[in-house]
């Protein structure tokens, strides 16, 4: 029984650090913001220019779905992953972030209902390219870890 208790104190902790990675205003701007503005490491180590962009937050980490060709993309390919996310607009509440690709059909299709409900004017026009794009490898999904 201590193991036990032991092991979900662990838990706990570890779910508690996640959760408060990042300070309450970062995490309503997330909420109720409508984009991220994403900037990523280039060659010389400096960010690039901000790029405006659609996005999913699940409570742990921000999502995009783009497109395998994106800048972004080839920089976390080619081993450059540190970011600077800005949210609601260019100079808003921001944080510093790790990117990763990532292939998880879930989490896909969780982006996908959430892009619907959060961009209904647009979504109608790239909804299927952004479903056939995860499907035939046209658009890639992109997961932002808080540092």
Known sequence: MPRRLAVWAATLALTS??????????????????????????????????????????????????????????????GRRRAHIAVGKPDGPAFDATGELVHDAAIEQRLLEAYAKKYPEGWTRFADSFREGFKTGDRVLVRYTPK
């Open 17 to 78: 650090a996640v959760a408060a990675a990042l300070p309450s205003e970062i995490e309503h701007a997330l909420r109720d913001s409508t984009y991220v503005y994403i900037q990523s490491e280039r060659k010389s180590h400096q960010l690039g220019k901000p790029a405006e962009i659609w996005f999913f937050y699940d409570g742990t980490a921000v999502y995009v779905g783009t497109r395998p060709t994106s800048w972004r993309v080839r920089r976390i390919k080619a």
